[in-house]
């Protein structure tokens, strides 16, 4: 069976580093497009950055290199680094194989998709 498993998240103060994980089962992380999502409360879902066979790209607004996408090979598994977080990065996120680009990350159409984790960001 197809299982993506997210760790990490929580809460941080501003300015602080966070690093979620996602491990995988059922299929090999280099094998599909393997990206991060996140959702704030009354907002649509973002694509945060995806790695597909070699090629890494970040989407608009997380082009600033707060966030890094790191792909394991051996562990089977996708994280996400995030430094210098602000209270607006405070929302859901989600890992998911093959997304696509859902508008709401909890009901996405395509893909496999991690539970979601809650990252808040105090001030």
């Known amino acids: 069976d197809v299982k993506l498993t997210q760790s990490g998240g929580g809460s941080v103060q501003a300015g602080g580093s966070l690093r979620l994980s996602c491990a995988v089962s059922?299929?090999?992380?280099?094998?599909?497009?393997m990206a991060w999502f996140r959702q704030a409360t009354a907002h649509e879902c973002e694509k945060i950055a995806h790695?597909?066979?070699?090629?890494?790209?970040y989407y608009r607004h997380f082009e600033d290199g707060r966030f890094s996408i790191f792909r394991d090979k051996g562990k089977n598994t996708l994280d996400l680094q995030m430094d210098h977080l602000t209270p607006n990065d405070t929302a859901a996120y989600y890992c998911?194989?093959?997304?696509?680009?859902?508008?709401?990350?909890?009901?996405?159409?395509?893909?496999?998709w991690g539970q979601g984790t809650l990252v808040t960001v105090s001030s």
């Open positions: 790695i597909h066979v070699l090629r890494v790209q």
């Open positions: 059922g299929f090999n992380v280099v094998d599909l497009e």
């Open positions: 998911a194989a093959n997304g696509g680009f859902p508008r709401d990350c909890s009901a996405p159409d395509n893909g496999h």
